[in-house]
């Protein structure tokens, strides 16, 4: 165990669906992260927050809605995806923006049809 | 693009034997760190080495840093069944505020 959970482990959802995937981590941290992890690609950094304000938008598609209530929280909101949005979906916290070591949640597992 | 590349893609070797990864980069870096992940699930931090270290071990794990090749490796010795995962390289680059990661090994330890 991480200290970072995420639900649900797995979505199927298809492209006029509005579903959200929750992330939550329970070691204080300050900063959070969503990533997409597709097959044979780069691990994709999405979002970036800090002391719950969002820091970094790495030219993500609208259809993906971040949302960060608390430094312990994150979302991230999905509408009207496309297949090619199916991925393992990763969130991360770390201290502070600038500390090293991320922690990772393990995932959602997301297949958009 | 700042993100490693680890070579090789994939790796498979016998119970026992060591196990070695490479990851390259491509400018300057704060510190290099490796990851652990086990099918579908998310990424564990295995070891961290900075800049001004060449080389760090951790248990089973040995990871050396060359600066002036943007280049460092992963060592695992007497490798174990449980040790089969994708292994990857991450940088923390001078001016940024996130890690960037490679594509990873995927790393085949048969019993």
């Known amino acids: 165990e991480t200290g970072v959970t995420q639900t649900p482990r797995h979505l199927v959802m298809g492209m006029t669906n509005k579903k959200s995937l929750k992330c939550e981590q329970h070691?204080?941290?300050?900063?959070m992260y969503w990533y997409k992890q597709s097959a044979k690609k780069p691990l994709e950094l999405m979002f970036v927050?800090?002391?719950?304000?969002?820091?970094e938008n790495n030219s993500v598609p609208s259809r993906f809605s971040p949302e960060c209530p608390n430094s312990s929280h994150l979302f991230l909101h999905l509408h009207t995806l496309q297949p090619e949005d199916s991925a393992l979906y990763l969130c991360a916290s770390s201290q502070d923006l600038r500390q090293e070591t991320q922690y990772f949640g393990p995932g959602t597992r997301l297949l958009v049809l | 693009s700042q993100q490693g590349e680890e070579d090789p893609q994939a790796l498979s070797i016998q119970e026992g034997e060591n196990a070695t990864m490479n990851c390259s980069y491509k400018?300057?870096?704060?510190?290099l760190q490796w990851y652990r992940q086990n099918s579908g699930r998310g990424l564990v931090h295995l070891i961290l080495?900075?800049?001004?270290?060449r080389e760090k071990h951790s248990g089973r794990l040995r990871v050396t840093l060359d600066t002036s090749k943007k280049s460092s490796s992963l060592l695992i010795t007497a490798s174990r069944a449980a040790d089969t995962a994708s292994y990857f390289c991450a940088t923390d680059a001078y001016g940024a505020n996130n890690l960037f990661f490679g594509t990873g090994t995927r790393l085949t330890v048969i019993p």
């Open positions: 080495i900075r800049s001004n270290e």
């Open positions: 070691l204080g941290h300050n900063a």
């Open positions: 400018t300057s870096i704060n510190n």
């Open positions: 927050y800090n002391f719950k304000e969002q820091t």
